[in-house]
């Protein structure tokens, strides 16, 4: 590894094809390899996107407002004017040091101007930083940088377990502000949909709890409240309590607000699953109420009585046909057989009309 940049690279024909590890894109970010002209920011967390983005530009031209080191362009413009990339990537800085070019809103239709820019890129250092949307394994524009040996792409996925885990601790560590379990396991329930919106959730409960103090899940339950979080609660419990006319307006409402169609199918697969694990302690010989307690995060109290009357509804054997209709509609969404929109749609429609019909 040439600089100790960390990165994946295949060997074809001497030629590198520079496929960053996502285990390893915060180190990319931080220092990203001198020899790259340009880098494909993209996936379904639009938050992730912009901070990544930011930090990326920030390691190359330190302010990313400086508008002697960086540009500022968007993909429709670049498609009227494709002459003002080469332009602006062969400009000089007059103060000094490196610069970046951001594009912004960018899409398949720019894919032939980065080819050919990439293909023969104009003297200089300057770094080209690439914004786009959710893209497709078969995207034009995914494909370009991942080959390319002068490129790299950063995926930017809704955060799992563990990244959302790293980011509560450095967020709130920033703070000095500890957790509870119970804390934690709500704030890993509750937040995750947007890096960014995330990030503002947890600096608020930091400031609503005060350095150096812990938060108790009354004081989580009390401040944090991820618009996404809110919006996939009243998804999942429309759907699993048959109510199709609620589930409908809430989609609505959720694909307007760019939550993406896989994040609200985990969304409604991890609400099963925590109705499957409480319909199996109930089987046990707990009563209800004793079996929700043992969840983490604890259900929402006024999600309550709701969540008791959808456990009476969903029975073990139900519940693993719903997550089966959930696993197929995500593989579904990947492979891009329909609008992911459309197959989130139905899939969940599914679930509510086997809610209704077992009420």
């Not at 759907?239 to 969304?267: H, M, N, Y």
């Amino acid at each position: 590894m040439r600089r100790g940049v960390l990165l994946d690279r295949t060997a074809t024909n001497e030629n590198r094809v520079m496929k960053i590890a996502a285990a390893r894109i915060d180190a990319f970010v931080a220092r990203p390899d001198p020899a790259t002209r340009a880098v494909l920011i993209y996936g379904p967390d639009t938050g992730l996107v912009r901070e990544r983005t930011t930090n990326l530009i920030t390691a190359v031209a330190e302010d990313p407002a400086d508008p002697f080191r960086v540009a500022e362009l968007s993909g429709p413009a670049l498609k009227a004017d494709p002459a003002r990339l080469s332009d602006e990537a062969a400009a000089i800085s007059f103060t000094g040091g490196r610069r970046a070019v951001r594009i912004s809103g960018a899409d398949d239709g720019l894919t032939a101007l980065l080819t050919d820019f990439l293909g023969a890129p104009p003297g200089g250092d300057t770094l080209i930083v690439v914004e786009a949307g959710d893209l497709g394994p078969r995207a034009s524009l995914r494909k370009l940088f991942d080959g390319a040996d002068n490129a790299a792409s950063l995926p930017c996925y809704t955060d799992d377990g563990r990244s959302l885990g790293s980011v509560i601790r450095e967020t709130l560590g920033r703070h000095n502000v500890s957790v509870t379990r119970d804390s934690e396991a709500f704030l890993m329930q509750n937040l995750g949909s947007d890096r960014m919106v995330s990030r503002s959730e947890l600096e608020k409960l930091a400031l609503y709890v005060g350095d150096g103090n812990r938060a108790e899940i009354a004081d989580v339950i009390a401040c944090v409240g991820d618009s996404a979080g809110y919006s996939l609660d009243d998804i999942v419990f429309a759907a699993a309590g048959g109510d199709g006319k609620s589930l409908d307006r809430c989609l609505g409402r959720a694909f307007d607000e760019g939550i993406q169609p896989i994040v609200i199918l985990r969304a409604m697969s991890r609400h099963m699953q925590r109705l499957h694990l409480v319909s199996g302690i109930v089987n046990g010989g707990a009563s209800p109420d004793q079996a929700m307690k043992k969840l983490r995060p604890p259900v929402f109290f006024k999600q309550a009585d709701v969540f008791r009357a959808q456990l009476r509804v969903w029975r073990p054997r139900r519940i693993a046909d719903a997550l089966e209709i959930l696993t197929e509609a995500e593989l579904d969404c990947k492979i891009n057989v329909l609008p992911a929109e459309t197959i989130c749609g139905r899939a969940l429609m599914r679930i509510a009309q086997a809610g209704r019909a077992r009420q």
